[in-house]
């Protein structure tokens, strides 16, 4: 393990809003003063098979937290979200990056830009875009998945709203040294009737227990999943919103504030029954369960109608049994399903009522969680959920819904098909693998997981059947992976003079084993660019941020910034967290291969097609990495509207053409000596 400790600040609260009882005025109060206490973080490292090493312990001290309501933030032209949103589809964005300490304040004259980042309270839904505290808006439920939380900056950071929330349950890891900040959670809402759980998610621990829900005890592997769900409600109409985001940080205010991290957040509304009797709400249509019923209520008008695709090389016996398998049925939900899919893995079957009070007939009623997410309409869903749940071994029947081959299917089925109508043949692109740790891999599955997700041959492949090509006879794997993959990795030196220093590469916490292998040497490449001078050399103020975001991008080609897919995930490149095949053992007589994994993971894919969902003017979309290169093509370009598509600018915080190593550069690594 690797021990370091920084010198910042202590916190002090700047929380300005009024509490409905002075109790709770005190509990936050005593929150902040606690802000300069030394905490131990557990950092998450979830690749290894040696169990004992999975986790770098970092000793620090909270920094100095910043005034929320008093940053007002100018209006920007690329953000838009709620009902007040702009139509016009260049005020699009998919995805956020967290607001760091650098960038607050450093795009004053620069809308795009500012527009690229939020604040962990505008992700949750409770500040606006200007950074102002929400108006009108009751806060009803909350789930929070996470790997590690740090309770303390939680209540901190959310104030006074966090305790009007009727329900929250909290899916974690671990929480470091957060005892006694549950305890102030609970204790405030003592009489309210609202109520926090806490529910640890620990796959090592013994099967069916109060910390595993699984059938079996894993050898390694955590719960590192980073998603918010919640639901609040309009004051004046009685609107249900559930708000869905999948991001990437960890819980803390070096997570959150000093590192570069990304959120998808998207909106869903309740669900329209056809009948005008319903009073537009169809609780009636949702089982026990949380399965779609036979109710009396109307059948909902779904307008989420996908493409039939076949998928080509799956194998025999590999259609998957529960809905939202190909091909799709017009009433078929796949980003509904998917997420229940996924939550289903908790095992968590308490039924309560979720809402204080509400206007929105069906919800006050009590229900499982699952009954509740299903409340929701996800048709204008504009990603694809990429989840890695249920640690362990899974038959053919749900291989295409989970891990690197559910980004296999949605390459194929949203990416492929434009491939074809374009008619052009595009030459292959490597692909772009940014993470902040890495397993123990090899070439043969390193070969399988690029093949399955390169968008110009996954097609004509079968993933499970197919032998890998590394290292056959004449072949050199250093050359061959040179041309699929670039791995964007921080240097020892991008690491030492990031705004954390030595201590902050425990959030990277790679290891010289896993990195110092032959095949992998070539594929690395800069954190940040090496070139000097020009505003375009760090255009997003995130070279000195260290990286924990994950995200896998495969560019259009290779002379300009335009996308063809991204996934936007808390996958980092390993088999514990993307999945394996392996055979099964001789003795089962059902499928010969299983696909095997150790990790709860979640993450969003988006492409030019799944964007198009969200643009109202019915134009083709092309997404583009936020300018940065000459070759970008500029988001005002009279030049867009040629082939009448739009451009959807996405906040890349690295460079799209990035930086090969030279001689000089050493990829970071967590179990090294370094001397200050």
Not at 31 to 49: C, F, K, N, P, Y
Not at 57 to 75: C, F, I, P
Not at 177 to 199: H, K, P, Q
Not at 412 to 430: I, Q, S
Request: glycine share 6%; proline share 5%.
């Amino acid at each position: 393990m690797v021990y370091c400790r920084t010198a910042v600040a202590p916190s002090s609260s700047s929380s300005s809003s009024s509490s409905s009882t002075a109790t709770v005025d005190a509990i936050l109060s005593s929150v902040a003063s606690r802000g300069g206490r030394e905490v131990v973080a557990l950092l998450d490292d979830d690749e290894d098979e040696d169990e004992d090493e999975d986790v770098v312990v970092v000793e620090e001290t909270a920094v100095a937290s910043s005034s929320r309501a008093s940053r007002k933030r100018g209006s920007t032209s690329i953000v838009g979200e709620g009902k007040d949103a702009p139509t016009a589809p260049r005020s699009f964005a998919p995805f956020w990056l967290y607001e760091t300490t650098t960038a607050r304040g450093a795009f004053r004259d620069d809308e795009v830009a500012r527009g690229c980042f939020r604040t962990l309270r505008q992700v949750i839904g409770m500040d606006d875009d200007d950074g102002g505290r929400m108006s009108g808006r009751r806060y009803q439920w909350m789930f929070v998945f996470n790997f590690l939380v740090d309770v303390s900056y939680l209540l901190e950071t959310l104030g006074h709203e966090i305790f009007h929330f009727r329900r929250v349950v909290v899916f974690y890891g671990c929480c470091g040294e957060s005892d006694d900040a549950m305890e102030t959670w609970r204790r405030a809402l003592r009489g309210t009737g609202n109520t926090i759980e806490f529910v640890r998610v620990v796959p090592t621990d013994p099967p069916r227990s109060r910390t595993n829900p699984l059938p079996c005890k894993m050898r390694y592997g955590v719960h590192h999943t980073k998603m918010f769900l919640v639901g609040y409600e309009d004051a004046n109409t009685g609107e249900s919103t559930c708000r869905v985001v999948v991001q990437t940080a960890n819980l803390t205010r070096d997570d959150i504030e000093y590192k570069t991290q990304g959120a998808y957040c998207q909106d869903f509304p309740l669900k329209r029954s056809t009948n005008d009797n319903d009073h537009g709400i169809i609780g009636s249509r949702i089982d026990a369960d949380g399965s779609k019923g036979n109710g009396k209520t109307p059948a909902v008008v779904n307008p989420y109608k996908r493409k039939v695709v076949e998928i080509i090389g799956e194998g025999e016996g590999t259609t998957a049994k529960r809905a939202g398998t190909m091909p799709f049925e017009e009433e078929d939900t796949p980003f509904e399903d998917d997420l229940v899919f996924y939550l289903e893995s908790y095992h968590y079957t308490t039924r309560q009522t979720w809402t204080a009070s509400t206007l929105s007939t069906g919800l006050a009623k009590p229900m499982s969680w699952l009954q509740l997410i299903r409340q929701y309409d996800y048709s204008k869903a504009y990603v694809v959920l990429i989840p890695s749940a249920v640690p362990g071994h899974h038959a053919s029947e749900s291989y295409n819904d989970l891990g690197y081959l559910k980004l296999r299917r949605a390459i194929v089925e949203w990416v492929c098909p434009h491939r074809r109508e374009d008619g052009t043949a595009k030459p292959t692109v490597p692909i772009l693998c940014q993470f902040s740790s890495i397993g123990s891999l090899n070439k043969v599955w390193l070969d399988k997981f690029l093949s399955a997700i390169d968008s110009s041959s996954t097609r004509d492949l079968d993933p499970i059947r197919d032998a890998a090509v590394v290292g056959s006879k004449g072949e050199d794997a250093r050359s061959q992976f040179t041309s699929r993959a670039k791995i964007i990795w921080p240097t020892v030196e991008e690491i030492r003079t990031s705004v954390e220093g030595y201590c902050g590469g425990g959030s990277v916490p790679g290891k010289v084993q896993n990195l110092s292998k032959d095949f992998l040497q070539p594929l690395f490449h800069r954190w940040s660019s090496r070139r000097s001078g020009g505003k375009n050399d760090d255009p997003l103020k995130t070279a000195r941020h260290i990286p924990h975001m994950k995200s896998y991008i495969q560019p259009s080609s290779s002379d300009t910034n335009e996308i063809e897919w991204l996934v936007l995930t808390s996958h980092n490149l390993s088999i514990a967290a993307w999945g394996q095949i392996q055979n099964r053992s001789a003795q089962s007589r059902k499928d010969d291969k299983v696909l095997f994994m150790c990790n709860w993971e979640l993450g969003v894919f988006m492409s030019s097609a799944t964007l198009a969902k969200a643009n109202t003017a019915g134009k083709k979309v092309r997404m583009m990495a936020y300018p940065g290169l000459s070759s970008i093509i500029n988001v005002d370009s009279d030049d867009e509207n040629e082939d009448n598509s739009t451009n959807v600018i996405l906040p890349i915080p690295f460079d799209m053409n990035p930086t090969p190593y030279n001689t000089s550069d050493v990829p970071w690594a967590v179990d090294r000596d370094y001397f200050v």
